[in-house]
């Protein structure tokens, strides 16, 4: 692997201004260095889709029409819907949204057919509308069962992409995984853009210079800061016509974080590299909003980077219960959660897990970073909860030499969950040695290039 440096320019309307920020990236290996051909063996590979619905309960996509009851859950099919193939699939990544519950309450997605975890995956309270990125394993008939703990609440799920669960997929084409340590790409709230309107997009373009080819999605944390109104924000490529589904479902004023898996497309136009992958970015009502980047996923045809181990909602900390984190985050406190090792082998570098802060006694910012390298941490932002409030989001992150991760509390007083959900590895148990021990191949800041456009129309 190798490191890779380009600039930083924010553009919008004519206008460019300049940005540096710090942040460490695992970066993919020179263009000379890229296998020609498709990956051999696609066990753990991830393949982006074009974000499809597969449930709405509100209209009886996917389950009878009706909110989900307390204690009850759907046992989704998921294998051979919206882009997902039928067999051969360990994992599926999907956005799953809450709307209109009657209770503060939490949802809980697992494999059926097993047994419901003591985990988490989205938090929500009475009247929510928001959503989550969550990664599950896949039960028996290719399915998830989603279990609603409290009261009744309607439920929306779409599926942007999946893993291979062995080598048995006939579509060679899957993809490896490069994780980032979190690293600020744009804020409209600093960059000149300001708040965008309601029905407005923003194109964006990240420049990974001669490694550009080879990039087909990008791992981001998507927030929006202080919308006008309840609404959402929804992030694709940006070709064709804008998908049905949402990213990031936001309340009036509030500061509301997601994960998201984003396809990319080549940019050709004037105000970008010619061949550097763009998304776009578009918002219902008007809003602020900050994008993080966490993660590139390749073409396949890099070779070296990581693959996935889909697990069984397991809960790793509870600071609740001295479990992985020995009492609440005060303001400023860092606390290191280090991973059991019955969830490990040599190869594994980084994991896939919901982060849950618990009812905090001030508006906040949550933060995770590997730990062990000593880095300081990185501008960004994993959870934004409002005083008081519970919530989880999707969290990817690296573990260091000693395979743990930091977490950082901003302000007031916090109790935090962990749960994983799947682990990321090297094939090479070589490789993943030696990314333990210097960085996953890299030991300098990255800057990474980025343009923007913004348009007003929808």
């Not at 997605?109 to 985990?119: F, H």
């Amino acid at each position: 692997m190798r490191r890779f440096r380009t600039l930083l320019g924010v553009t919008l309307a004519g206008a460019c201004a300049l940005a540096v920020v710090p942040g460490t990236a695992s970066a993919a290996p020179a263009v000379s260095q890229k296998a020609a051909a498709a990956i051999d063996d696609t066990t753990g590979a991830y393949y982006p889709l074009a974000p499809a619905r597969l449930l709405d309960t509100r209209s009886g996509l996917g389950a009878p029409t009706g909110a989900l009851g307390a204690g009850k859950k759907i046992d989704l099919q998921v294998a051979g819907r919206g882009g997902v193939p039928s067999a051969g699939v360990g994992a599926v990544v999907l956005n799953v949204t809450v709307t209109g519950p009657t209770m503060n309450s939490y949802l809980t997605a697992y494999p059926a057919g097993e047994a419901r975890p003591s985990a988490s995956s989205i938090n929500f309270p009475k009247g929510w509308l928001g959503s989550n990125n969550v990664t599950v394993k896949l039960g028996t008939g290719g399915k998830a069962s989603i279990y609603n703990h409290l009261g009744s609440t309607h439920v929306v799920v779409d599926v942007v992409g999946f893993y291979a669960a062995d080598n048995t997929l006939t579509n060679r084409n899957g993809s490896e995984f490069w994780p980032v340590t979190p690293d600020r790409l744009f804020d409209t709230r600093s960059d000149g853009t300001g708040k965008m309107p309601a029905g407005s997009w923003i194109d964006y373009s990240v420049d990974f210079g001669a490694d550009n080819p080879g990039i087909r999605s990008l791992v981001i944390n998507l927030t929006a800061v202080a919308p006008a109104n309840a609404g959402f924000l929804t992030a694709w490529s940006g070709a064709g016509t804008r998908p049905t589904s949402s990213t990031v479902n936001y309340g009036a004023g509030k500061v509301v974080p997601n994960l998201a898996y984003v396809q990319t497309r080549p940019c050709y136009e004037d105000w970008c590299t010619p061949g550097a992958p763009m998304f776009r970015v578009y918002t219902s009502q008007t809003s602020h909003f900050v994008t993080d980047l966490v993660g590139l996923i390749d073409d396949g045809s890099w070779g070296g980077g990581l693959r996935f181990k889909p697990l069984s909602p397991t809960r790793i900390a509870d600071s609740r219960y001295g479990q992985g984190i020995p009492a609440a985050l005060t303001p400023g406190a860092v606390r290191t959660v280090t991973t059991p090792a019955a969830l490990l082998d040599e190869t594994t570098v980084a994991l896939a897990m919901n982060a849950t802060a618990v009812a905090p006694t001030s508006s906040t910012v949550i933060t995770v970073w590997p730990a062990g390298w000593g880095d300081p941490k990185p501008m960004a932002s994993n959870l934004n909860p409002a005083a008081g409030q519970t919530v989880s989001g999707a969290v990817l992150s690296l573990i260091g030499p000693e395979a743990g991760f930091n977490v950082h509390n901003l302000s007031g007083t916090t109790h935090m969950i962990f749960d994983v959900v799947g682990t990321f590895y090297f094939l090479d148990p070589a490789a993943a040695a030696a990314a333990k021990s210097a960085k996953a191949g890299t030991t300098a800041p990255a800057v990474v290039g980025t343009t923007s456009r913004a348009s007003t129309g929808s």
